[in-house]
């Protein structure tokens, strides 16, 4: 019995010694203020979101999951930089395509075909 209760006054000691010991090297553990209403800790940058800036958003967890309106907004931002980046891909496309309309009305209009280059043919010996 007496050899039980030195182990739990040891267990306690060592226990209050760690306790100390943890307290003096990461503080008291003041928890930080609220956020004011209406803000969050959620970031992305204004435009250009890479992969890795997705990796790295990280959301308020409530007692319900993930705080909704963060989520929310996430989903926004990344909604409004695929619009962005969609309608610059089909205004590249429509230049390619106005681009292509242009060259090829270019080549029925003399009715031969211009081949430039090393390996084009002299006049005189072009087939039609």
């Known amino acids: 019995m007496t050899l039980i209760l030195l182990y739990l006054v040891v267990l306690i ?3 209050t010694v760690l306790f100390g010991l943890g307290s003096v090297l990461f503080g ?3 928890r930080l203020p609220p956020l004011p209403r209406g803000t969050t800790a959620t970031v ?3 435009s250009g979101v890479t992969a890795s800036d997705v990796d790295a958003v990280k959301f308020t967890q409530t007692l319900r999951g993930y705080k909704t309106s963060e989520v929310d907004w996430v ?6 930089e ?3 980046l969609r309608g610059q891909l089909d205004s590249v496309r429509a ?5 292509e ?5 270019g080549e029925e209009e003399t009715g031969e ?7 084009a043919l002299p006049d005189e010996e072009r087939i039609n």
């Open 28 to 30: 008291r553990g003041e």
């Open 113 to 119: 075909e211009v081949h430039e280059g090393a390996h």
């Open 13 to 15: 000691l060592v226990a």
């Open 95 to 99: 230049v390619q395509s106005l681009d």
């Open 44 to 46: 992305l940058p204004a």
């Open 101 to 105: 309309d242009t060259s090829e009305t």
């Open 75 to 80: 989903l926004d931002r990344l909604g409004q």
């Open 82 to 84: 695929l619009d962005l």
